[in-house]
């Protein structure tokens, strides 16, 4: 049996010892998975699981599981739950964005291979190259209709996960240096025009003189053939207008006439024009709406993101604060039940309320550090976007034609942009489904945390220094520190072990950022030496280095102590967090360590429902049979069946057979051997089927010849 199938056994197993105990039902798979590769960290060599230590796995986990509110299972089912949904959310987004792209570029497709068979089809052709490039400009920068919905729903289990790694959204902005749009287009007039209109060859057309008109048109006619119909098309509504502007701003660049030639073209350079064009009207649509003819129902990917991410960042923040505050309180609680009370299994609780605690911090910082890089980046699209707009505003102005050359690369440069930052808005909704998540799991239930202890330690702590989560170094620390730093820099201390300064950090920095504290910033003595207590260690007293690696401290006496032994405590924290699972995540050793406890290895154990078609047919009307197959109702049928069992009382199993000794004995039979002769049976006779023969006489002759039948069997 492989790992994996052992791993689902037990799953298995432990359910259904969890489904006899009503308060465990609806354990998921997805926790009894990750108990148990903790389970077994100790047997990933592939040494065998003894059956008594099965056994006392199974046993324990479903002790476990039987009482869910307590603070260790709570902080677990946070990490897994808040981890499968980073997981999954970022998935949809790259399967929506891969879905959207695949459309679009089937829609391209089609556009590059329509081709005009006959003039009777001209019409019906054009009109299908103008649909195609429609839906593909809105496919690709994110303009959702109700008919795109209902088709991307239909793709996207059939779509694969997006490959290719999103980069930094500011350097996805490729503008080709030559648009071919540009010069095809003035060919195209040169073509078309007049000889006396040399003047007006190549310019572009201002929308709001000669496609405003047409815009004014479709979108009046669109409104009025919905106006009468009620609410419940209000989205067919905005789905007519928005095609409407769409082919207003398309029809301005790319008028119909165009069409036709523009077919006679090679696929390859067809395939970038539309690329450009998708971009081109994309930027008059938005162009349109910056000034205020058109663009009613076109979302504002700047407005909706800002709005949206600032509420985020406020909760984030309030969030942080409490939680900020409610480690501290449970710090002092500790700390004074460890020193006036003996209650151990309080202090556990304690701790493992501390655990959760701290683990909704981290997930809040998470959150927290990507929601400002997402607002950064979303600012500086947002600059450029509106910089673009600014020129585009102040070239065009009044007039009712401007040079191609001038206007067609920013056009494309705003619709290229809106792009980005449609991507970053679905980005954006992710996190914020990730964030309902957090804060749903994030709240504690039964806490051991009670008003009178909170009240007591802080009027005992009144006596003391104060205790805070991460207070500011003593003056006696400073001092001490010259100290610890000679220690390890002479050649009589524990070589390896480096002490670096606050002020030193910065000849260590990686992209302008200190490193990242290994076991992610708590101090490893306090957690060994304390039974898994978390402390954060203290920037401000320094860092040590060991093994290219940075570890900070509660305190100075914990620098010492690891300093002495560093491998004593680092293999002893790996002892302790097997002991506690919920440290696995909380350190970080589920990346690099131990990746067998990683949320992508525990999806992977669970196991899929399978599924298959069937169909099941019931009768019009019930019928209730009353049927023993049974039953049996002769007397001495009864009586022979009374006689069998009864004489089975008095037998006894006189031999055996096993698996080696099945078919292995030497058994002799003896038989009568067949007869010499031709047939074996108690009639002398031949072996044919008998030929039968009917002779009929007097058929002919005078009227008093009588008829007569003679039937004959002759043995053949």
Request: proline residues 5%.
């Amino acid at each position: 049996m492989n790992e994996r199938s052992f791993v689902r056994q037990a799953v298995r197993e432990i359910q259904l010892m969890c489904r006899e105990h009503s308060n465990a039902v609806n354990v998921p798979q997805r926790d009894i998975c990750f108990m148990v590769r903790v389970f077994m960290l100790d047997y990933l060599s592939g040494a065998p699981m003894p059956a008594g230590e099965y056994q006392r796995m199974k046993d324990e986990l479903c002790q476990k599981f039987i009482e869910p509110d307590l603070p260790s299972m709570q902080t677990i089912r946070l990490q897994l739950v808040v981890d499968e949904s980073f997981l999954l959310e970022r998935q949809s987004v790259e399967e929506q964005l891969d879905v959207n792209e695949k459309e679009a570029e089937v829609h391209l497709k089609k556009a590059v291979n329509i081709e005009v068979i006959n003039e009777r089809q001209e019409a019906e052709v054009l009109d299908a190259l103008q649909a195609a490039i429609l839906v593909y400009t809105r496919l690709k920068h994110g303009v959702q209709t109700q008919s795109s919905l209902n088709s991307s729903s239909s793709l996207l289990k059939a779509a694969g996960p997006r490959r290719r790694p999103l980069r930094d959204p500011l350097h996805r902005i490729k503008l080709p240096a030559r648009f071919s749009i540009v010069s095809f287009f003035s060919q195209l007039e040169t073509d078309s025009c007049p000889q006396n209109a040399t003047e007006r060859r190549g310019p572009f057309q201002v929308p709001k003189v000669h496609g405003a008109a047409m815009l004014h048109k479709k979108t009046w006619n669109a409104a009025q053939s919905t106006k009468e119909e009620g609410p419940d098309h209000e989205k067919m509504e905005m789905d007519r207008v928005n095609e409407a502007e769409m082919e207003a701003a398309l029809e301005s660049i790319f008028p119909r006439h165009s069409y036709r030639k523009w077919m006679l073209m090679e696929p390859e350079p067809k395939s970038t024009q539309l690329e450009e064009i998708g971009n081109i009207v994309m930027g008059i649509w938005l162009f349109n709406k910056h000034a205020g003819r058109g663009g009613k129902h076109l979302e504002d990917a700047s407005v909706a993101y800002q709005e949206r991410s600032e509420r985020a960042r406020q909760q984030i923040a309030v969030e942080l604060e409490q939680a900020e505050q409610d480690v501290t309180n449970r710090m002092m609680v500790t700390e004074f039940w460890q020193r006036f009370r003996n209650k151990q299994r309080n202090i556990q609780n304690l701790r493992d309320e501390m655990h959760h605690r701290f683990q909704y911090i981290k997930f809040l910082e998470v959150l927290k550090k990507e929601e400002e890089d997402g607002a950064t980046s979303m600012a500086d699209l947002t600059e450029k976007y509106r910089k673009a707009l600014k020129t585009l505003v102040s070239i065009i102005g009044d007039r009712a034609s401007v040079p191609k050359h001038l206007v067609y690369p920013l056009f494309s440069t705003v619709g290229s942009i809106h792009v980005i930052m449609q991507e970053e808005l679905l980005y954006l909704k992710a996190r914020l489904r990730a964030l309902e998540i957090v804060l749903l799991y994030g709240r504690l239930r039964n806490s051991e945390l009670k008003i009178m202890d909170l009240r007591r330690a802080r009027r005992w702590l009144k006596t003391r220094d104060t205790f805070s989560v991460k207070p500011a170094a003593s003056e006696d620390t400073k001092g001490q520190m010259p100290e610890l730093s000679t220690k390890l820099s002479s050649p009589s201390g524990k070589s390896g072990v480096q002490y670096i300064s606050a002020t030193q950090m910065g000849a260590y920095l990686l992209d302008g950022e200190p490193p990242t504290p290994e076991l992610e910033g708590f101090c490893v003595v306090t957690m060994v030496d304390r039974k898994g207590l978390a402390v954060p260690g203290k920037t401000d007293l320094g860092t040590l280095r060991y093994r290219s690696k940075f570890y900070t401290f509660a305190d100075l006496e914990c620098m010492k102590r690891f300093s002495d032994s560093p491998e004593q405590y680092l293999e002893k924290v790996k002892v302790v967090a097997k002991e506690i699972p919920q440290l696995i995540r909380l350190l970080g050793f589920h990346r690099d360590l131990w990746q067998a406890t990683n949320i992508s290895q525990v999806l992977g154990d669970i196991e899929q429902p399978l599924g298959c078609d069937i169909g099941t047919q019931t009768p019009v009307h019930f019928r209730d049979r009353f049927i023993d197959y049974s039953y049996e109702w002769s007397e001495w049928g009864l009586r022979r069946r009374a006689i069998h069992l009864a004489n089975l009382r008095n037998k006894g199993t006189h031999s055996s057979q096993t698996v080696i000794s099945h078919l292995h004995r030497d058994n002799e039979v003896q038989v009568w051997l067949p007869k010499a002769a031709e047939t074996q049976s108690k009639k002398h006779g031949a072996t044919k089927m008998p030929k039968k023969l009917r002779y009929i006489r007097g058929l002919r002759g005078p009227p008093d010849v009588q008829m007569n039948v003679v039937n004959v069997q002759l043995e053949v």
